[in-house]
């Protein structure tokens, strides 16, 4: 940790207010050279960090966190904030288990108010504090801090449709550097162009206004009038901007790396007696070159060379295998379209964007429009494909009810990061799609294990499946899975001899952790074998197969809902005899950690497989040693060898693959933020 002449001393927002404007310039460059040292080892999301220095300085010099309350929106620009605000010392740890958080988080810091990972919510959250004060008559300030691309998201708009005449003390910095990850997209972005680019009269009512509130005791009152003076004379000249005729009190642009400018434009945001909707104009990336130039890159950037910025190589992941594999199937049909909300280039979607302009939609962060509009798209006639990190899929819930299942539409979700996803945390695991889905009726969900799989799956939801169907994945890459193991595609398939006494349940990658754990159960005198399944809904019937077993049945998913709760109830209703255990996440929220850590925390990984079924078998009775050569993988059956045929783009995963998982899943995780 870097000894700084002023970001070292910064013990709480207080040491922030006792610097001059000289020192808070020098202030923010000691931040700036902190955030690119640190997310340089650690990894994070630099480059909207970049772009807030100034205005997090400028915020914490003008008001008085905790009780004046900042919401950041999606939370990943919070560093800064984190800095100023008592976790200087801590920020080496950052995004590290049991570190720092990579978001707000109330637990970590009282001047985090809301947890955030997710766009397009601060403005409503902000809203609701700042109406309790007003219920209880405090005159603390509330402060959303809102990106350009979260308001592509139309819950900003349900929130400024109640703000606007709320008469509460809330101001909502809109935080505008014309990019979300990548450019910002939409009619919305254009219009704010418009409105970014003619500052001249908002500049001159600033000032004037600026110079008002300066007079003590008067001043708020005579700027008020004021400004609806010039708010009436200006609707004559000038069109109003949106937030105006929504009831808020416009104010700017603003350039966001002045500090002076932006801690007088705060103080007259301060003035106002009804909801301020300040506009500040920053750059991502501010103050590194490298990441100025390239914002989309260092948006969210796992470790990399600070002189250089080059990162580690790492393999190719799922979300490119899946790009590659929807540009192959959309060279040979016209109707596949590829949705994305605001995620093209993480989802692997970029070469699609490329290829198929006209049938490549960015949406901007409005997954439950994607949801819908791919209805749309469906019932005209088209096979929408809308790519999506499981934890945003979270909040189309209704749309793929309403718009999508019930209509019996014919549409396909491309989940990527199901499951563990590391250092994002809490909010960005995929652990609940799984749940989600499963009560949805009518839906198919498929769970590779492979690249190979996941072709597999898609072409099936292309071609072989009706009404929705989602195919999930997790982050990073494929792991290995054993040389033994041959896949033919089918509902499941059976890894080990299918006579022994456990039968070990799974899908997805937790396949190679059970995989590798067969030989040291048997060591134990434990013989298990492996049922993995690829379509996890509808459950492929296998009742006869694992009927009086010793069923384990490991699920990187949430339990409550989960397949393996639904495989259970299934089978109870059949006359199963057998014992039945599962090992899922078990009503919780998953911490920041490396993949392989929360793999083992929760008991997912090799050693938890053998440890819970080695604690839960008793292994005197269940004695059945065979030779180690007589364990052969029974032969699949072949019904759906054809399939294999017909699915001309499937290569074998297997090849040449040995299998040590363990030591290749977090390189596999490292890669893609
Ligand atoms: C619901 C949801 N969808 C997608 C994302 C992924 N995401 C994180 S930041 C971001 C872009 C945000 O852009 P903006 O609000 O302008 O902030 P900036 O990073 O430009 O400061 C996106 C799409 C998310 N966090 N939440």
Redesign the pocket.
């Known amino acids: 940790m870097d000894d700084y002449k002023y970001l070292s001393n910064i013990q709480s927002p207080d040491d922030v207010k006792k610097l001059n404007k000289d020192e808070l310039n020098i202030l923010a460059d000691e931040i700036r050279k902190e955030l690119i040292t640190t997310v340089s080892k650690t990894g994070g999301?630099l480059?909207?960090n970049l772009?807030?220095v100034e205005l997090t300085v400028a915020l914490h010099k003008v008001f008085n966190s905790p009780n004046d309350k900042i919401v950041w929106?999606?939370g990943?620009?919070s560093y800064v904030h984190k800095l100023l605000t008592g976790r200087f010392e801590e920020f080496d740890t950052l995004r590290q288990e049991h570190g720092l958080s990579g978001f707000t988080r109330p637990d970590e810091s009282e001047h985090d108010i809301f947890f955030s990972?997710?766009?397009?919510v601060a403005l409503s959250a902000a809203l609701g504090v700042a109406t309790a004060n007003k219920i209880k008559g405090k005159n603390d300030y509330t402060i959303a801090v809102?990106?350009?691309?979260?308001?592509t998201?139309g819950e900003v708009y349900e929130a400024m449709n109640n703000a606007g005449k709320s008469k509460t003390k809330l101001i909502v910095i809109f935080?505008d550097?014309n990019?979300?990850?990548s450019q910002?997209v939409g009619a919305l972005a254009k219009y704010f162009a418009k409105v970014r680019s003619n500052p001249r009269y908002f500049r001159l009512k600033a000032r004037t206004e600026k110079i008002i509130n300066y007079i003590p005791f008067v001043g708020v009152k005579i700027s008020n009038a004021i400004f609806r003076l010039k708010t009436k004379i200006k609707n004559l000249i000038y069109n109003s901007t949106i937030f105006e005729d929504l009831g808020f009190r416009y104010m700017g642009p603003i350039y966001g790396h002045d500090i002076p400018a932006l801690i007088d434009a705060l103080e007259g945001a301060k003035a106002a007696n009804i909801p301020v909707m300040l506009h500040i104009k920053t750059v991502?990336g501010k103050g590194y070159t490298l990441a100025e130039q390239h914002p989309s890159e260092f948006?969210g950037i796992s470790q990399f060379d600070p002189d250089t910025g080059e990162r580690k190589s790492s393999s190719p992941d799922y979300s490119a295998a899946f790009g590659d594999y929807l540009v192959s199937a959309a060279s040979n049909d016209k109707r596949i379209c590829a949705v994305t909300?605001?995620?093209g280039l993480s989802t692997g979607l970029n070469k699609f964007a490329e290829k198929f302009p006209s049938r490549f939609f960015d949406v901007g962060?409005a997954?439950q429009h994607a949801v819908t509009f791919c209805a749309g798209l469906s019932r005209g006639g088209m096979v929408p494909v809308f790519a999506v990190?499981s934890s945003?899929l979270q909040?189309t819930y209704d749309q793929i009810v309403h718009d999508g299942t019930l209509q019996r539409l014919h549409m396909i979700l491309a989940i990527d990061r199901a499951g563990f996803v590391g250092a994002d945390g809490e909010t960005h695991n995929g652990l609940l799609d799984v749940a989600m889905l499963n009560s949805i009726p009518e839906t198919t969900i498929y769970a590779p294990a492979s690249f190979a799989e996941m072709r597999n799956c898609f072409y099936k939801a292309l071609y072989k499946e009706k009404g929705l169907v989602a195919v999930r994945y997790n982050r990073g890459s494929e792991i290995m899975l054993p040389n033994d193991f041959v896949t033919l595609f089918g509902d499941y398939d059976i890894y080990g001899n299918d006579e022994h006494p456990v039968c070990i349940v799974t899908y997805g990658r937790t396949f190679a952790f059970a995989a590798a754990a067969l030989k040291d159960l048997s060591k134990k005198g434990i013989n298990a074998f492996i049922v993995k399944l690829n379509r996890i809904k509808p459950l492929p019937d296998i009742f006869d197969i694992v009927n009086s077993k010793s069923v384990f049945f490991f699920e990187e998913g949430q339990k409550l809902g989960g397949i393996a709760e639904t495989l259970s109830a299934n089978l109870l209703e059949n006359g199963f005899k057998g014992k039945y255990l599962i090992k899922a996440v078990d009503d919780e929220f998953v911490m920041h950690a490396e993949v392989s850590s929360q793999l083992h925390a929760y008991g997912l990984d090799t050693e938890g497989v053998i440890d819970f079924i080695s604690k839960n078998t008793n292994i005197e009775k269940k004695m059945d040693i065979e030779d180690e050569e007589s364990d052969q993988t029974p032969i699949p059956e072949t019904e759906n060898a054809i399939e294999k045929l017909l699915c001309s783009i499937n290569s074998n995963p297997n090849d040449a693959l040995d299998i040590d998982v363990e030591s290749n899943i977090d390189e596999a995780n490292e890669k893609n933020i």
């Open positions: 999301h480059a909207s772009g807030v929106d999606v990943h620009q990972g997710h766009s397009s809102v990106g350009d691309g979260a308001f998201g935080n550097n990019m979300s990850i910002n991502k948006h909300a605001a995620m962060i997954e990190y945003f909040r």
